[in-house]
């Protein structure tokens, strides 16, 4: 059974850094693609960001987390992760880590298996 569990989200001030994690179990890191996803409430769900696990390495960032938002991988650890830096008020939400397929267009989100998000609230 394919698992995906968050971890790492709560609470930070404006301009402040959370590191959001995601353990794969039942399922090697590299079987997929892999991506982030967040949902604000009354939002449409965004792409934030992924990674190929092809020879080709492509990577993904929204315009809008370009230069301050992370993804990273450990193989070892069958763990993804994403560093989020400088959080703005407009970004709280729940963030989801899902096996995808990763485009130049972001993460396809009807793909493969979801975690069932972790929340990041941002205080001014």
């Known amino acids: 059974q394919v698992q995906l569990v968050e971890s790492g989200g709560g609470l930070v001030q404006t301009g402040g850094s959370l590191n959001l994690s995601c353990l794969v179990s039942?399922?090697?890191?590299?079987?997929?693609?892999m991506g982030w996803f967040r949902q604000a409430p009354g939002k449409e769900r965004e792409g934030v960001s992924c990674?190929?696990?092809?020879?080709?390495?492509?990577?993904y960032d929204a315009d809008s987390v370009k230069g301050r938002f992370t993804i990273s991988e450990d193989y070892t650890k069958n763990t993804m992760y994403l560093l989020m830096t400088n959080l703005q008020p407009e970004e709280p939400a729940i963030y989801y880590c899902?096996?995808?397929?990763?485009?130049?267009?972001?993460?396809?989100?009807?793909?493969?298996?979801w975690g069932q998000g972790t929340q990041v609230t941002v205080s001014s």
């Open positions: 990674f190929s696990t092809d020879s080709d390495g492509f990577r």
């Open positions: 039942g399922a090697r890191l590299d079987d997929y693609d």
């Open positions: 899902a096996q995808t397929y990763c485009t130049r267009r972001g993460p396809r989100p009807d793909f493969g298996h």
